[in-house]
């Protein structure tokens, strides 16, 4: 790219100009005076479906998957009409971003805001939005998630108002995993003794495609021909082409549904200007490739400056994990260019998967944009979470501060609410671990935990301090990446670190200036992430790991503030356990 900002079409110079106007000129977020109620009807059903050229069964929204994109501006009231058309089981749909200021029922999270929808039920979402971003939607009950139970949510600034940066067109990319097992053998061997491990995703796919046993870039492969590609590819699996124009420049946005790959992404001969990472604005940065984690979202923008006569491939692959799973691709093609013409190089390749210095390098290069607001200089409290893998029983878990979660029949929303105490556990979670004793590069002394469902209850308007300390998992020399997503908040991620945090040695490395606003952060094996956010939003809100067995298993906790500000919390989502038994007039 260049580095003058002449008669040139470097994003880069195009974000300054934008940005001075935006911040000079004009207001960069304001709610719009022409604000809509954007109406959905959906049914949830199970549909056959071919995602990766091999026939399955999905969950479909509409009979589509994924589903419906839903799109809205600041402002905006998003009303969902949602149809439980299973057969056997509930289900609960998570607007994974989207803070419910207000409407705390409407986060969709089964058991802690809202019942599960039961079969035949009709249940309606309805909240506004009000931050522009790239944001996604999933199940949140079960594995749902891992049944295909997603789509996009973006949300655009109001009438008249303007991005900091310029681009011509936009692109949409959704990144998920794909399993040939369907959701409930994964669970039951979650649950069984000896432990059953999903294992690795058969297909990565994009916007819901992907390619079994078939790769698109057979070419530069010696064990599969194009013709066998060309016999297997059907509308379902086929690749979504992305068409652009030379010379121009394009957003596009990246949200990742998946339920255990850590991913990362490239563009082949393009680089990649990142500007931003779960609804927020950063710092532009470039970057050839992007690590993008369960639950994470980005936008980044892409010039099409490379040789117009070629098409280029586009990307997917596993991090964190020893990959078992073949890329996944698709193709850039540069209009008028035929979309069946292969690029002329071999896809980009993955980096090393348990390369963490490249990923950690990309992570620390994700700094707030100017204007950001800035966390409180001081926490009123501090939580420590041990991320431990553990034995229930003989059975495998995983816990934090040697508790692991399992979520009660009544919601929690509703049970604190109207007070009543025998819903989950009164108990106090522990607010740390024995530091001193616990060596967190071994496997544990003592593996026996517990189970829990007790609550955080966090001071209204009180700043909390989470520090995410990582640990060896049951066997020795393994310690895993984990995405972890906090419902309700955006947080300030303070900082990493590698080994045991240490207030004494470490606090005075947390970033204070400039660090990124998210809803989503990652502690790298051995490591720990200290992460600031404001208890502002009345309502109980999950925290947890974003790979969906790891939640299955027990790695997440819940917290509550301000519940009592709430005037009134709608009668559907209060019907069930010992709510529903006093809305119905029996006894508790």
Request: aromatic share 10%; glycine share 8%; proline share 7%.
């Amino acid at each position: 790219m260049g580095t003058t900002c002449g008669l040139t079409i470097d994003p880069l110079c195009r974000y300054v100009r934008a940005l001075v106007i935006c911040f000079i000129l004009l207001p960069c977020i304001q709610l719009s005076l022409g604000a809509k109620t954007r109406h959905f009807k959906w049914e949830v059903e199970y549909k056959y479906w071919s995602p990766d050229c091999v026939e399955n069964i999905v969950m479909a929204i509409n009979g589509q998957f994924p589903g419906p994109t839903i799109r809205a501006k600041v402002g905006d009231t998003i009303n969902v009409e949602l149809s439980n058309k299973l057969s056997t089981e509930g289900v609960a749909i998570h607007w994974h971003g989207i803070r419910q200021i207000g409407t705390p029922w409407a986060d969709g999270t089964a058991s802690i805001s809202q019942c599960a929808i039961n079969p035949g039920e009709t249940y309606n979402y309805r909240f506004r939005v009000d931050k522009p971003g790239t944001y996604f939607y999933h199940g949140h009950l079960g594995m749902q998630r891992s049944a295909g139970l997603y789509g996009s949510l973006i949300v655009d600034l109001a009438e008249g108002e303007k991005e900091p940066f310029y681009y011509d067109g936009e692109l949409n990319l959704l990144l998920s995993d794909w399993w040939h097992k369907n959701i409930h053998d994964q669970e039951i061997g979650l649950f069984t003794n000896p432990f059953r491990w999903v294992g690795e995703s058969q297909s990565l796919l994009i916007n819901g495609r992907g390619q079994y046993n078939c790769s698109l870039a057979a070419k530069f492969s010696s064990n599969t021909s194009i013709s066998q590609c060309k016999l297997r590819g059907a509308e379902q699996c086929a690749p979504k082409i992305l068409q652009v124009l030379p010379n121009k420049t394009y957003r596009l946005r990246l949200a990742s549904a998946t339920s255990l790959a850590s991913l990362n992404l490239a563009i082949g001969n393009h680089k990649m200007l990142v500007v931003e990472a779960d609804g927020n604005y950063v710092q532009p940065f470039e970057v050839d490739d992007l690590d993008i984690y369960s639950g994470e979202s980005y936008s980044v923008l892409l010039t099409t400056n490379q040789d117009p006569n070629n098409n280029y491939w586009l990307s997917i692959g596993v991090r964190g994990r020893l990959p078992q799973t073949p890329q996944g691709l698709t193709i850039l093609n540069y209009k008028p260019n035929s979309a069946s013409k292969l690029p002329i190089s071999a896809p980009p390749i993955t980096p090393v998967w348990n390369d963490y210095n490249h990923s950690k390098a990309f992570t620390n290069k994700i700094l707030a944009l100017m204007g950001t607001p800035k966390p409180p200089v001081n926490h009123d409290r501090r939580i420590i979470l041990l991320n431990t893998q553990n034995k229930i029983n003989g059975y495998t878990k995983w816990a934090l501060n040697n508790v692991s979660l399992v979520l009660p029949p009544t919601p929690y929303l509703g049970s604190i609410k109207y007070g009543l105490k025998n819903a989950f556990d009164q108990k106090n979670p522990p607010e740390n671990f024995d530091s001193i004793n616990y060596d967190v590069t071994k496997p544990p002394v003592n593996p026996n935990s517990t189970y829990g469902n007790g609550v955080y209850m966090l001071g209204f308007n009180t700043t909390v301090d989470v520090i995410l300390q990582n640990a060896n998992a049951l066997s020795a020399n393994v310690s895993e990446i984990h995405p972890w997503h906090l419902h309700g908040h955006d947080f300030w991620v303070l900082g990493y670190g590698d080994g045991k945090f240490s207030a004494e040695n470490d606090e005075k490395k947390l970033n204070l200036k400039n660090p990124p606003l998210r809803n989503s952060a990652i502690i790298f094996p051995y490591g720990w992430t200290a992460l600031r956010f404001v208890a502002d939003n009345p309502g109980v809100w999950a925290f947890h790991c974003h790979i969906e067995p790891h939640l299955h298993m027990g790695m997440g906790v819940v917290f509550a503030e301000g519940v009592d500000r709430l005037s009134t919390i709608p009668n559907e989502g209060l019907t069930c356990g010992l709510t529903g038994k006093m809305f119905s007039g029996q006894k508790n």
